[in-house]
């Protein structure tokens, strides 16, 4: 699969991920936003150099403000639906 064709399947599997989340938020159902914390890690660890990221939520019931951090690069997320 070429470079091209990449990214147009990426970005069709992104397209319907949104949907799909605005459809199950609009009926209260929040668990892919939560494992979408868990899914970005190793995403947001690559593209911003973080290799300590963690998902603050399992910490505690829900880390207050961020969800994601890595203590060592002073890095913070907040994930949201917005």
């Known amino acids: 699969m070429n470079l091209q064709k990449s990214l147009q399947r990426i970005s069709q599997l992104l397209s319907l991920f949104v949907q799909q989340v605005k459809s199950d938020n609009a009926m209260g159902l929040f668990d892919k936003n939560r494992l979408s914390e868990d899914v970005l890690i190793p995403v947001l660890a690559e593209v911003y150099g973080c290799a300590n990221l963690v998902n603050l939520n399992t910490v ?9 951090g890595d203590e060592v690069a002073l ?6 639906s917005d």
């Open 60 to 68: 505690g019931e829900n880390y207050p403000g961020i969800d994601l």
């Open 75 to 80: 890095v913070a997320f907040q994930i949201t």
